[in-house]
C-alpha cells in the first residue's frame, strides 16, 4: 500500500520560495492523478495545483505563474515549487495521489509566510 511523506515546510518571508516534496513509500506510485492542497486555520482544505497523467497541469487561480506542480517518476516524488509567496500562503499543505481509486494522504507540512 502507498504511503506518502510530505517534508519541505518552513517558515519564510514574502517574496521567498519553498519546495515541498512528497515522496511514496510502501509501492511505486507514479502520481498519474495526483495533487497539493492546502489549508490554513479555521478554513477547509482547498487544492492548489494538480497534475495527471498526460502531464496536464491546473492551478487554483491566486497561484497561477508563482506555483509549478512536477513529479519526478524514478524517484516516486511529487514536488511544488512556491515561489513570490505571500503571507497568505500560510497553510499546511497536503500532497494527494489516488491510486487503485483510494485516495492518500501525506501528513502535510506547515508553510508559514511571514511580511
Known amino acids: 500500500q502507498v504511503q506518502l511523506v510530505d517534508s519541505g515546510g518552513d517558515l519564510v518571508q514574502a517574496g521567498g520560495s519553498l519546495r515541498l516534496s512528497c515522496a511514496a513509500s510502501?509501492?511505486?506510485?507514479?502520481?498519474?492523478?495526483a495533487g497539493w492542497y492546502r489549508q490554513a486555520p479555521g478554513q477547509q482544505r482547498e487544492l492548489v495545483a494538480q497534475i495527471t497523467g498526460g502531464g496536464i497541469t491546473y492551478y487554483k487561480d491566486s497561484v497561477k505563474g508563482r506555483f509549478t506542480i512536477s513529479r519526478v517518476a524514478a524517484k516516486n516524488t511529487l514536488y511544488l515549487q512556491m515561489n513570490s509567496l505571500k503571507p497568505e500562503d500560510t497553510a499546511v499543505y497536503y500532497c494527494?495521489?489516488?491510486?487503485?481509486?483510494?485516495?492518500?494522504w501525506g501528513q502535510g507540512a506547515q508553510g508559514t509566510v511571514y511580511s
Open positions: 510502501g509501492s511505486i506510485s507514479n502520481f498519474e492523478n
Open positions: 494527494n495521489d489516488v491510486v487503485d481509486y483510494n485516495s492518500i
